[in-house]
Each structure stands twice: as structure tokens, then as C-alpha cells.
Antibody, heavy 118, light 111 residues
Framework: EVQLVESGGGLVKPGGSLRLSCAAS????????MNWVRQAPGKGLEWVSS????????YYADSVKGRFTISRDNAKNSLYLQMNSLRAEDTAVYFC???????????WGQGTLVTVSS | QSVLTQPPSVSAAPGQKVTISCSGS????????VSWYQQLPGTAPKLLIY???KRPSGIPDRFSGSKSGTSATLGITGLQTGDEADYYC????????????FGGGTQLTVL
């Protein structure tokens, strides 16, 4: 059974930093591209970032480019999202999900809430 | 503002049929497969339809998908109160990076 457990969310002030983690199990993590998708309160889904299986290809949404850094540790079956210079508009539930380019999101974690507020 | 356009809400009575539309452009829906996701209140999204009209294992055939040109449609027949949820269409856009694009979501109310 595929399991994705996000952690690291919380309350942070504008301009602050936070590092999210996603622990994966139930599939061959090292062979899958991984993604972060977020959902602001009461809003729709927004793709944030993706990383290929060997970290060779990394992409970001324009809204987070230059502020967020995605990374992974295949030995630990873990995905990370380092978020710097946080803004109020980054407030959202952040989901991790495996997905190869041009394919659907088959599985989702339960999400971790990030709140940016003074 | 989402790349794909969905109606904010739809409603129908139990047992009836409802359709949810998703409109895009040639750079996204027009040249790529569409997926649909169901998000029950307080939960993560769940894949409902992929490759325009295919259902993952365990998804009942009450749910169907179709695509024509730059638009896609999700159909739900035999509505149940348990179908009350937000529904999102998604695909990818060749004019953007490797990420996905989604609709703004449609809230389904079963009256």
C-alpha cells in the first residue's frame, strides 16, 4: 500500500523559512518523480514543484521560483521542500505526490498545513 | 486564477445525473490527457478518472469522463449523498514547465 506522510508544517512569520518532509513507502521511491502540490484555504489545487527520480530535473511554479527548493533522499525514501522568504499567499496545505511528467497523480499524502502570518 | 475553467458549483437530486465541465486551450487540454480528482471534505484529492475516460481500480462506473477539443466533462450518474465533494480537472500544459495545471474546482451538492 502506497503511503505518503507529510510533516514540518506550522505557523511562521512572513519572511521566515520552513522545511517540509514527505516520507514515502509502498512503492519504489527511487524510481519515481515526486511533486509538491498545495491548496490554499478554500481554494483550488496548485502544482508547486517536481523533481525527477535522480534529481536531474527540477521544476518550479513561477509563484515559488527562487524561494523554494525541492530535494530528495532516495536512501531515506524522503522528499523535502525548503521554503524561504515565505509570504501570506504561501499559506496552504502542502501535499506530496509521486507522478511522472504527463501522467496523473495516482496517490496523495494527507497534507501538512503551512500558515504564514504575523 | 486557474488555468482550466470549471463551474464553481453544481447540484442535483439523489439518483439523478450531473455533468461538470472543464475548459482549457490547445496547449493543455487540447493536446494532453485529462484527469479528474474527487476531494471529500477535509481529505486529500483522489484520482477518479485518468487519460480522459479511464477509471482506476475501485472507482464505480457511475463516474465517466470525456474530452472534445479543448474541453472535458466529468459525468456522475445515480447520485448519492456520499458524492458530495469538490471535483477538480487536471492536465499539463506544454507552454509551462513540467508541472500540472488544474481547474478551480467544482463543488457538488446532492440535494
Amino acid at each position: 500500500e502506497v503511503q505518503l506522510v507529510e510533516s514540518g508544517g506550522g505557523l511562521v512569520k512572513p519572511g521566515g523559512s520552513l522545511r517540509l518532509s514527505c516520507a514515502a513507502s509502498g512503492f519504489t521511491f527511487s524510481r519515481n518523480s515526486m511533486n509538491w502540490v498545495r491548496q490554499a484555504p478554500g481554494k483550488g489545487l496548485e502544482w508547486v514543484s517536481s523533481i525527477s527520480s535522480t534529481s536531474s530535473y527540477i521544476y518550479y511554479a513561477d509563484s515559488v521560483k527562487g524561494r523554494f527548493t525541492i530535494s530528495r533522499d532516495n536512501a531515506k525514501n524522503s522528499l523535502y521542500l525548503q521554503m524561504n522568504s515565505l509570504r501570506a499567499e504561501d499559506t496552504a496545505v502542502y501535499f506530496c505526490a509521486p507522478r511522472e511528467p504527463a501522467t496523473p497523480f495516482d496517490y496523495w499524502g494527507q497534507g501538512t498545513l503551512v500558515t504564514v502570518s504575523s | 486564477q486557474s488555468v482550466l475553467t470549471q463551474p464553481p458549483s453544481v447540484s442535483a437530486a439523489p439518483g439523478q445525473k450531473v455533468t461538470i465541465s472543464c475548459s482549457g486551450s490547445s496547449s493543455n487540454i487540447g493536446n494532453n490527457y485529462v484527469s479528474w480528482y474527487q476531494q471529500l471534505p477535509g481529505t486529500a484529492p483522489k484520482l477518479l478518472i485518468y487519460d480522459n475516460n479511464k477509471r482506476p481500480s475501485g472507482i464505480p462506473d457511475r463516474f465517466s469522463g470525456s474530452k472534445s477539443g479543448t474541453s472535458a466533462t466529468l459525468g456522475i450518474t445515480g447520485l448519492q449523498t456520499g458524492d458530495e465533494a469538490d471535483y477538480y480537472c487536471g492536465t499539463w500544459d506544454s507552454s509551462l514547465s513540467a508541472g500540472a495545471v488544474f481547474g478551480g474546482g467544482t463543488q457538488l451538492t446532492v440535494l
